[in-house]
């Protein structure tokens, strides 16, 4: 049997909480072995939650610790470069919440020292694994619409107060709503299409007293396509989560995935036999005429997984299988908001 795979996770925010500790805990591919926090409220979760593991307020006590084999970094992400590249030279295998790194650079120097340390890096674009983009790849690969024309998704929230001390809304670098949720809209476009011809963007703060952005429209050319990405705090009442059209046909979904907020209430997928089933009110609509024939209708959202994920890592780990979401990959996200940035610059007359 294969040894489980001794996991540290450095931070205890959201990332690690919500997205990260529940699933390294009840995997049976991992061992959840310390987590680092500098907080109390956060150390009495874990000792709650998670009796068996350590505590540490340091980060460099898991990294220098040589029975973990894997670190994962669920920090504010000017931190992302340091934690990682301490963690590949202590011969770690990494784990960095998305986005990867505040710049393309720095992406590049983490992706060269794990090829010279030989180990694992890769990076928690879990989106990937939501019950709606599942569904939509499916469409797109079936063909069922047609040479696609235009591809819309947004992630729209209504959050009209800053939250006080929450350091994506500081003025920090890498904060802001383009990195996040910026880069899993990109990067599930990428996974779709590759990388585009063409890049335009309009970045604002939209919020009284906002320090970051907190809206984009992202315009990504491809021959004979367009994708149009979106994000904001103050959209009150949401429109499509994912449009698309084509030649044969339209799609239309509504709703976001459910596996957050599970995630949130305390449930984990091992104890819960819908885990990632959507409601069929937000299921996609689809109007087409493939093979000449009118076909209307709902699809049935395919099941969100995000454990997928840590079980891809564990494999690619393990030597079973290829990364799922290499560090090009992200890589290329990030590169992708750099130009984004330029271009609203350059539109602002900000050269």
């Not at 805990?25 to 310390?34: T, Y």
């Not at 499509?240 to 030649?247: A, D, I, Q, V, Y």
């Not at 997984?305 to 780990?317: L, P």
Request: hydrophobic share 40%.
């Amino acid at each position: 049997m294969t040894k489980p795979i001794r996991t540290g996770i450095i931070g205890f925010g959201m990332a690690g909480k919500v997205f990260h500790a529940p699933f390294i805990d009840a995997l049976p591919g991992f061992r959840l072995c310390k987590i680092s926090t500098s907080k109390e409220i956060a150390a009495r979760e874990v000792r709650m939650r998670y009796p068996e593991t350590a505590i540490v307020n340091d980060a460099q006590a898991i990294l220098h610790d040589n029975d973990i084999d894997l670190v994962i970094i669920g920090t504010p992400n000017e931190a992302h470069l340091p934690l990682a590249k301490a963690a590949l030279l202590a011969g770690k295998h990494v784990i960095v919440e998305k986005p990867f790194t505040v710049t393309s650079a720095e992406a590049d120097v983490l992706i060269a020292l794990a090829i010279q340390q030989r180990r694992i890096l890769t990076v928690h674009h879990n989106r990937r694994w939501v019950a709606d983009f599942k569904t939509v790849r499916k469409l797109v690969d079936s063909g069922l619409l047609g040479r696609l024309v235009t591809y819309e998704a947004h992630y729209d929230r209504f959050r009209p107060a800053l939250r006080p001390q929450a350091w994506r809304e500081d003025n920090l670098p890498g904060a802001g709503i383009l990195y996040d949720p910026g880069a899993h809209l990109n990067d599930q476009a990428l996974q779709l299409f590759g990388l585009p011809d063409e890049i335009t963007a309009d970045v604002q703060i939209q919020r009284p007293r906002g320090k970051v952005d907190d809206f984009f429209d992202l315009t990504l050319q491809y021959p004979g396509l367009r994708v149009s990405l979106g994000a904001g705090m103050l959209v009150k009442k949401p429109g499509p989560h994912f449009s698309l059209h084509g030649e044969l046909g339209s799609f239309v979904k509504y709703g976001t995935d459910v596996q957050e907020e599970a995630l949130k209430a305390g449930a984990v997928p091992a104890a819960s036999p819908d885990w990632g089933v959507e409601p069929e009110q937000h299921w996609g609509q689809f109007d087409t005429e493939y093979k000449d024939l009118r076909i209307t209708g709902t699809i049935r959202s395919e099941k969100g997984s995000f454990e997928d994920f840590f079980i891809n890592v564990q494999q690619a780990i393990s030597g079973k299988a290829e990364l799922a979401v290499t560090p090009g990959q992200a890589r290329d996200t990030i590169r992708v908001i750099e130009i984004a940035l330029q271009s609203n610059q350059e539109k602002d007359g900000e050269i």
